[in-house]
């Protein structure tokens, strides 16, 4: 048996993750205001921001620039540094003018710009009130795309968590977390692509639910603390295509809340859910490869909740 067939058949995730592994580009916490006023309160990345980005990608990268510093790493950082995890992609520029939070935001997605060029479909955005945080109608993208947001249905490694001790969780509970980022990445392409969309939505949700239990259940066997988390992923559109969120089959699940009964069967109280909407959207450079690349998850935003597990 050759190499390849043997790890075909001796790892189920073969073929189906870049060998490269996918990203997410971080930030300090920053807020940038319609007015273009920027503010942060300094100290590193948030720290569950930076635990939820360890979990949950392979790569990390925080850009720099030579206009604005936040600082250096903090001790986290480094120690992700050093294990090869977290990079710095350095964004050199000249004479710049504007106010610093559109600066910031130039610069900041510039560099995540160039990691989604150089690599199609394998680069998300982390944003969000802890991260890089644009106000309402402040936009980098144009054009309509779909939301999906989870409810109380993702566990996130609280702040305290030693991130060995989370890395080493990663290892041992590898299939539960790969099964279903996996399974995130490509649920809204599956329903948008699938001749019965209502069908394949029913499966989806099922299939969402059931990846989200085993890893709430794997949180609940690991010694690391663990707490609840609202989870929203931003997949863009072509233009051309930007009629699918708003008629047919799948603009009548726009705006559709789903129920997610087996993670609510463990966790009890308040509701899990999983739901569909229309956000913003955008090329972002991914017209040039496959048009099933648009529809991988390119904003990523989460809010912990003060629940444990």
Same mark, same amino acid.
């Given at each position: 048996? !050759?190499?390849?067939?043997?790890?075909?058949?001796?790892d189920?995730?073969? %073929?189906? $993750?870049?060998k490269t592994?996918k990203? #997410?580009?971080?930030?300090?916490? @920053?807020?940038?205001?319609?007015?273009?006023?920027?503010?942060s309160?300094? !100290?590193g990345?948030?720290?569950?921001?930076?635990?939820?980005?360890?979990?949950?990608?392979?790569?990390?990268?925080?850009?720099?620039?030579?206009? #604005?510093?936040? %600082?250096?790493?903090?001790?986290?950082?480094?120690?992700?540094?050093?294990c090869?995890?977290?990079?710095?992609l350095?964004v050199q520029?000249?004479q710049?003018?504007?106010? #610093?939070g559109?600066?910031?935001?130039?610069?900041? &997605?510039?560099a995540?710009?160039?990691l989604?060029?150089?690599?199609?479909? &394998?680069?998300?955005?982390?944003? %969000?009130?802890n991260?890089?945080?644009?106000?309402?109608?402040?936009?980098?993208s144009?054009?309509?795309g779909?939301?999906?947001e989870l409810?109380?249905?993702?566990p996130?490694?609280?702040?305290?968590?030693?991130?060995?001790?989370?890395?080493? /969780?990663k290892?041992?509970r590898?299939?539960e977390?790969?099964?279903?980022?996996l399974?995130?990445?490509?649920? /809204?392409?599956? @329903?948008?692509?699938?001749?019965?969309?209502h069908?394949?939505?029913?499966?989806v949700?099922?299939? @969402?639910?059931k990846?989200?239990?085993?890893?709430i259940?794997?949180g609940?066997? +690991?010694?690391?603390?663990?707490s609840l +988390?609202?989870?929203?992923? !931003?997949?863009?559109?072509?233009v +051309?295509?930007?009629?699918?969120l708003?008629? !047919?089959?799948v603009?009548a699940?726009?705006?559709?809340?789903?129920g997610?009964?087996? $993670?609510?069967?463990?966790?009890g109280?308040?509701?899990?859910?999983?739901?569909?909407?229309?956000?913003?959207?955008g090329?972002l450079?991914?017209?040039?490869?496959?048009?099933?690349?648009a529809l991988s998850?390119?904003? @990523?935003v989460?809010r912990?909740?003060?629940?444990?597990?």
């Amino acid at each position: 048996m !050759g190499e390849a067939a043997r790890r075909k058949k001796e790892d189920p995730f073969y %073929g189906k $993750v870049p060998k490269t592994g996918k990203g #997410i580009v971080i930030s300090n916490p @920053v807020t940038i205001e319609e007015n273009g006023s920027f503010t942060s309160p300094g !100290g590193g990345v948030n720290p569950i921001e930076l635990r939820r980005a360890t979990l949950f990608w392979d790569r990390i990268n925080k850009p720099s620039n030579n206009i #604005i510093s936040l %600082g250096d790493l903090s001790p986290d950082e480094k120690f992700l540094k050093e294990c090869g995890i977290l990079q710095e992609l350095k964004v050199q520029v000249g004479q710049i003018s504007g106010d #610093i939070g559109s600066i910031y935001t130039h610069l900041h &997605l510039a560099a995540f710009t160039h990691l989604e060029r150089m690599e199609p479909g &394998l680069w998300a955005l982390s944003e %969000g009130e802890n991260s890089f945080n644009l106000k309402p109608n402040v936009s980098f993208s144009q054009g309509r795309g779909a939301l999906v947001e989870l409810h109380r249905a993702i566990p996130l490694p609280t702040a305290e968590v030693p991130l060995s001790d989370l890395l080493e /969780f990663k290892e041992k509970r590898r299939d539960e977390i790969l099964s279903l980022t996996l399974e995130l990445d490509g649920l /809204f392409s599956k @329903v948008v692509n699938s001749e019965d969309t209502h069908f394949e939505l029913s499966r989806v949700i099922a299939e @969402v639910d059931k990846k989200c239990s085993d890893v709430i259940k794997a949180g609940k066997e +690991s010694k690391i603390k663990f707490s609840l +988390s609202d989870f929203s992923y !931003g997949f863009s559109l072509e233009v +051309s295509s930007g009629n699918l969120l708003t008629s !047919g089959a799948v603009g009548a699940i726009m705006g559709g809340t789903f129920g997610l009964p087996l $993670v609510g069967g463990i966790i009890g109280a308040a509701a899990s859910t999983i739901k569909f909407n229309v956000g913003l959207g955008g090329k972002l450079n991914r017209s040039d490869k496959s048009a099933a690349l648009a529809l991988s998850p390119y904003r @990523v935003v989460s809010r912990l909740i003060n629940e444990p597990i």
